[in-house]
């Protein structure tokens, strides 16, 4: 599904999936139909929410209310606005219940207490309605964040949450895998807050949630949105591409990252209903078509490209397609066990389940594991004594002149120096897989 430049909007409706999608042909409503999950349907749509969501120009909320009237149900829509603001809103048979508008800049969770309480009432949570409305309000996450939070909250499914589709509902794989060194794998796990664990095998690193890893097959898992993130993160930190692995029953798929952006995506089997009218929408809201060529180069594979390219064109068990995929690419069949929940990660030496903390604690925790590079190294070794060097003049020029600004620019120079020598200690360089 094509990703929105500023936001998104998400419906989840308690209806039967069959119904909701012969609605949304009937109403004309070029979207994706997920499957159902705990009773909920999610329904997606081409454009970002801020418009119209509809040929005829019907605005998300005109469909929300036309859905709900004509099928006596609940929904809950959630439309970000500039990757910052959210509002979370009810809708139950053909009217809307409740609305909450969350802000970077918000009154706390009083202003949005009694939308909340609303909101969670209808999806019978009445008793979630306080953290919901403190979710909302929690300024120290990322819309995107407080999001998956309400959501996890109202007991609605994850594959609402987040502009990238891919993976499905309850999903029996979701891992991720990367070559990247054990700090900037554990820094990307703490900034974006992984709840679940981080497993070295054989020089590799798998990252895999906790609820996938600790309840595999009850239908708990928390989707593509917990882990994505993540699997950004980590090919930033590092520039080795991340590879996100999903699989649910004859679906599945992966997703790789590099240098912090989706590069390339691929689904086989994939389990949602499209509803569109023409070639081109069809096309949009269609599951991704790797591209065997960009795959290979993000794993300085280029012998295995035609291998890769005859893959992707396979109809085949997702798993076994993800076992031919790993092998193309080197990726440990140990790896997969991990991702497929056969090995638990607590029984693997130096498995770690990292704290979640914040960016500032993160950088100082990844500066004490020691360096993973030799150019990084190298950079800073040349870089303290020019700071150094820097400093000494300043601090000359202030003796003889007196200027304050030279001593504070000085001193700001020194400092840097430090920091710069304290990256050219000796330390350890730990691989992810040791």
Not at 29 to 55: K, M, N, Q, T, Y
Not at 255 to 279: E, M, P, Q, S, Y
Request: glycine share 12%.
């Amino acid at each position: 599904m094509r990703q929105s430049q500023s936001g998104y909007a998400r419906l989840a409706v308690r209806a039967d999936h069959v119904a909701a999608v012969a609605w949304a042909r009937d109403a004309k409503l070029p979207c994706r139909v997920s499957p159902e999950l705990g009773g909920w349907v999610g329904i997606c749509f081409l454009d970002d929410g801020a418009g119209s969501v509809a040929p005829d120009g019907r605005q998300v909320d005109q469909v929300a209310v036309g859905l709900t009237g004509d099928l006596g149900c609940v929904a809950v829509l959630a439309v970000l606005y500039d990757q910052a603001v959210l509002r979370l809103a009810a809708y139950d048979r053909g009217a809307e219940a409740a609305s909450a508008v969350s802000r970077p800049d918000g009154g706390g969770p009083a202003a949005t207490r009694a939308p909340a309480a609303e909101i969670a009432g209808r999806c019978g949570r009445p008793e979630a309605g306080e953290l919901v409305a403190a979710a909302l309000a929690d300024t120290g996450l990322e819309a995107v964040e407080r999001h998956r939070r309400a959501s996890e909250l109202l007991g609605l499914p994850a594959y609402v949450v987040g502009q990238t589709l891919l993976g499905t509902p309850g999903q029996a794989v979701d891992a991720v895998v990367t070559r990247a060194g054990r700090p900037e794998v554990l820094f990307a796990a703490t900034v974006t807050k992984l709840d679940g664990w981080v497993v070295p095998v054989d020089g590799w690193a798998v990252a895999v949630a906790v609820a996938v890893a600790v309840a595999r097959g009850r239908g708990s898992g928390p989707g593509a949105a917990s882990l994505l993130p993540f699997a950004g993160a980590v090919s930033a930190a590092h520039r080795q591409p991340g590879l996100y692995l999903w699989q649910e029953g004859t679906a599945g798929g992966y997703a790789v990252f590099r240098k912090g952006r989706l590069l390339d995506a691929h689904a086989w089997g994939d389990a949602w209903v499209i509803v569109a009218f023409d070639d081109e929408t069809r096309a949009a809201l269609a599951p991704p078509l790797g591209d065997a060529a960009l795959l290979a180069a993000a794993f300085d594979c280029g012998d295995a490209e035609v291998a890769l390219r005859a893959l992707t064109r396979r109809r085949d068990d997702p798993g076994r397609l993800h076992d031919e995929l790993c092998e193309l690419l080197g990726v440990p069949p140990a790896a997969l066990a991990v991702a497929r929940g056969q090995r638990d990660p607590a029984e693997v030496p130096g498995a770690q389940r990292p704290e979640p903390v914040s960016a500032v604690r993160a950088v100082w925790r990844a500066a004490r594991e020691g360096q993973t590079s030799g150019w990084y190294r190298a950079l800073n070794a040349v870089l303290t004594p020019v700071f150094l060097l820097g400093a000494a003049v300043q601090i000359v020029a202030w003796r003889e002149d007196g200027e304050g600004w030279r001593l504070a620019f000085g001193g700001w120079l020194l400092l840097c120096a430090l920091v710069c020598a304290w990256y050219v200690r000796p330390g350890r360089n730990v691989p992810a897989g040791q």
